[in-house]
């Protein structure tokens, strides 16, 4: 069974950059659709980004245009959400999960419940 693992969490002021991570162990990262989702305190997961198994980007949530870029790294294993110009209502728990490509990814992107397999998250906190 595939695992996945965030990293690169942390607290940053207005305007900061952070860099997250997300390492898929057990399986070929080339069998998965990869998103980025993000869980503030008291609202419910919502799909901030999400990129096929070759490397496009599907979906970017629209508060996130122009700040944030997902990119993966097959010889890494690797998704990373690269997040600048960051804001305090960017704050909270953010999770990579992924899905795999027997499944169609597209119109899926922002549906928590299409995907397969979570990371336990890391927190990013935006301090005003």
């Known amino acids: 069974q595939s695992q996945l693992v965030e990293s690169g969490g942390g607290l940053v002021q207005t305007g900061g950059s952070l860099t997250l991570s997300c390492t898929i162990s057990?399986?070929?990262?080339?069998?998965?659709?990869i998103g980025w989702f993000r869980q503030a305190p008291g609202k419910e997961r919502e799909g901030i980004s999400c990129i096929s198994n070759s490397g496009s980007t599907l979906y970017q949530e629209d508060d996130v245009k122009g700040r944030f870029t997902i990119s993966r790294d097959y010889a890494k294993n690797t998704v990373t959400l690269q997040m600048n110009n960051l804001k305090p209502e960017d704050t909270g728990v953010y999770f990579c999960?992924?899905?795999?490509?027997?499944?169609?990814?597209?119109?899926?992107?922002?549906?928590?419940?299409?995907?397969?397999?979570w990371g336990q998250g890391t927190q990013v906190t935006v301090s005003s």
């Open positions: 057990a399986s070929s990262l080339r069998s998965y659709h």
């Open positions: 999960a992924a899905r795999s490509t027997i499944f169609p990814i597209r119109g899926v992107c922002n549906d928590a419940r299409a995907w397969n397999y």
